[in-house]
């Protein structure tokens, strides 16, 4: 018999809820139409569609013709950032507001933006928890900017922005204000109307939904260029036929966080909290990164002295839990974190960072036993 994975890596991934994989079958099997053929197979598939964005639309406040399903959070806010920089030109609104702590699929699109003739880029450094500055932001946004992009939550260490500030500062230029918010859709509820968002990334695998689905909400009147061309799908904003088992499931899970988001975050939060309180206190030499306020119930991101997080991951592993560095672990090496970076923590407390994200099937035994694991293999240094 092989023993359970303590799987503490959902804000990597989250397994698909079963509920969610039987919404989806249908659309693997029988229910194959292709929602732009007239046909009642294709007006089938096409209904099936429209749902999922209905109750993706009414999760975040939004009306459903804001929601393009695109292939994941990766590719929403590629488009963005490349989408709003693009239609920005003709109105002389050339330059891109981020922060150094972005996801890769916002730092490297900007990072693009800023090689590429006219557009320029502001990056703006956070505080040792992870916060943007508002006097950064303040002085960085002008009446050139297209667009300030401030990711909702941070993955590595769950720092919560304040959306709403950051969205008004924006909107005082006149530029527009966009969100990635994959980490935070699973977690607390988002309003984009209250909140003055105007694009916002969403991806279904880290709410227990597929791989391969996300969405961008754009605000009706925001003025963005699409990046795929090609066929009509997605009022002509997103090209190629839809991902139809993807958006199924995507809309399933969303209608499914509705009766469980609120109720989990206050569990995790709480075991998180008793976690942090074991590792911190039982561990000489461990460090908590990211804020004690404002952080997202689910996670805990420690570094330690006279360790390296690659070594520890891997011991952890072969003690059957599953954590992670926190940052995108590429063909197997994991790159030093740019966001532990920027919270100006020295290079070996960088190196030696490990993200534990709790999840549905996490209960208080995994932690204390995590916890007396990391014990055991540090003890030793
Ligand atoms: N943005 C954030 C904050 C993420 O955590 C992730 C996934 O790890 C992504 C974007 C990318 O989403 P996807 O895996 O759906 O492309």
């Not at 009414?58 to 804001?66: G, Q, R, V, Y």
């Not at 607390?188 to 969405?215: C, N, Q, W």
Request: with cysteine; proline share 4%.
């Amino acid at each position: 018999m092989t023993e359970r994975t303590i799987y503490l890596d959902y804000a990597a991934t989250t397994p698909v809820d079963p509920e969610v994989l039987n919404a989806m079958l249908p659309f693997l099997g029988d229910r194959f139409g292709n929602p732009s053929s007239v046909h009642r197979m294709g007006q089938e598939a096409r209904r099936a569609v429209d749902q999922s964005r209905d109750t993706i639309a009414a999760a975040i406040n939004a009306d459903s013709s804001e929601i393009f399903f695109t292939s994941g959070g990766t590719e929403a806010d590629n488009a963005a950032l490349f989408g709003v920089l693009r239609a920005g030109v003709a109105r002389g609104r050339t330059h891109l507001v981020t922060t150094a702590i972005e996801h890769h699929a916002v730092l490297d699109a900007a990072m693009r933006l800023a090689r590429t003739v006219p557009f320029t880029v502001s990056l703006l450094p956070v505080d040792q928890e992870g916060f943007v500055s508002p006097e950064a932001a303040r002085a960085a946004i002008n009446e050139r900017t297209a667009l300030v992009s401030v990711m909702h939550a941070n993955n590595e260490i769950g720092t919560i922005q304040d959306i709403r500030s950051l969205a008004e500062m924006a909107h005082a230029f006149g530029a527009y204000f966009h969100t990635d918010a994959v980490q935070t859709f699973g977690q607390m509820p988002i309003d984009v109307e209250g909140l003055g968002i105007d694009l916002m990334t969403l991806s279904a695998h880290k709410i227990y939904g597929p791989k391969g689905i996300g969405a961008l909400y754009a605000r009706q009147g925001v003025d963005w260029h699409p990046f795929h061309l090609g066929g009509q799908q997605e009022r002509e904003k997103r090209a190629g036929t839809e991902n139809v088992p993807g958006i199924v499931g995507f809309g399933k899970a969303t209608e499914l966080m509705r009766g469980w988001r609120d109720r989990e975050a206050q569990r995790l939060g709480e075991l998180r909290d008793r976690f942090v309180r074991d590792v911190t206190e039982g561990i000489p030499g461990s460090r908590l990164n990211g804020p004690t306020t404002r952080r997202l119930p689910n996670n805990a991101n420690f570094s330690f002295t006279r360790t390296d997080g690659e070594t520890l991951l891997l011991a952890l592993d072969m003690a059957g839990i599953a954590a992670s560095s926190g940052s995108a672990c590429a063909s197997g090496s994991i790159e030093p974190s740019h966001v532990l970076a920027a919270l100006g923590l020295e290079e070996s407390m960088v190196r030696s960072a490990v993200r534990f994200s709790l999840g549905r099937q996490t209960v208080a035994d995994d932690l204390a036993i995590t916890a007396d694991v990391l014990k055991r293999i540090l003890r030793g240094r």
